[in-house]
């Protein structure tokens, strides 16, 4: 079975500066996807961004990009020039051949003005 | 542009009580699942569907049935609540392929539910 670990339940960064999230996961599949979803006080699920696991290329959305290191199971987001909208709780999630997707337990963020 | 229609916001039950929760999407999707999300413990699946008529038990599944009426519906039932399942409940939905050919999954906006 995947699993998936945020092992930092909260973070803090100054508006205007860069903070990187972390994750790592564990499977045995060759092909997967990765997502980070953004929750925000409103309760809703955001798709923040997917990295496709036989790509080496790294994703980017705008501000927001991850650092994809496959061989150590890694999947970090950082998140550039911090705005005070992005206070939120951010899952990452695994998805893999079995159309099942596999949260980590999320990560709060604040941002200070 | 409705996406994933969840009904009701918020729910009070007393213990003993029975529930259903629906779900609605109308992105013409395959798969639909039903989550838990408690404090501390991220999203758990409870139950899904990976086409309709069929459905598969997830992760924490005691407790709780469901439904696929149809494609679009995608009910979850709580036969006799308890206070363990007090929780918010998030339906989602995604295309045929599923998240393993990098379809994202589409989150109605959950259910509060509270069991005294």
């Known amino acids: 079975a995947q699993t998936v670990t945020q092992s930092q339940p909260e973070m803090s960064v100054q508006e205007a500066e860069t903070v990187t999230l972390s994750c790592t996961y564990d499977t045995s599949e060759s092909d997967y996807y990765l997502f980070w979803y953004k929750q925000p006080p409103s309760r809703q699920m955001i798709l923040v961004i997917r990295q496709e696991a036989y790509k080496q290329q790294n994703a980017t959305e705008n501000r927001f990009s991850v650092n994809f290191q496959k061989a150590a199971k890694s999947f970090s987001l950082k998140i550039s020039d911090s705005q005070l909208g992005d206070a939120a709780m951010y899952f990452c999630?695994?998805?893999?051949?079995?159309?099942?997707?596999?949260f980590g337990k999320g990560i709060t963020l604040s941002v200070r003005p | 542009n409705a996406g994933v229609t969840q009904t009701p916001k918020f729910q009070v039950l007393k213990t003993g009580q029975s529930m259903t929760l629906q779900c609605a999407q109308d992105m013409n999707h395959n798969s639909m699942y039903w989550y838990r999300q408690d404090p501390g413990m991220g999203l758990r699946l409870i139950y899904y569907s990976a086409s309709e008529g069929t459905t598969d038990k997830g992760e924490v599944p005691n407790g709780y049935n469901v439904s696929r009426l149809n494609k679009r519906e995608f009910s979850l039932r709580l036969e006799s609540a308890a206070p363990s399942q007090t929780s918010v409940y998030f339906c989602?939905?995604?295309?045929?392929?599923?998240?393993?050919?990098?379809?994202?999954?589409?989150f109605g906006d959950g259910t509060r539910l509270s069991i005294l």
């Open positions: 999630a695994y998805g893999g051949a079995n159309s099942k997707l596999t």
């Open positions: 989602a939905s995604t295309s045929l392929l599923g998240v393993g050919s990098g379809r994202p999954q589409h």
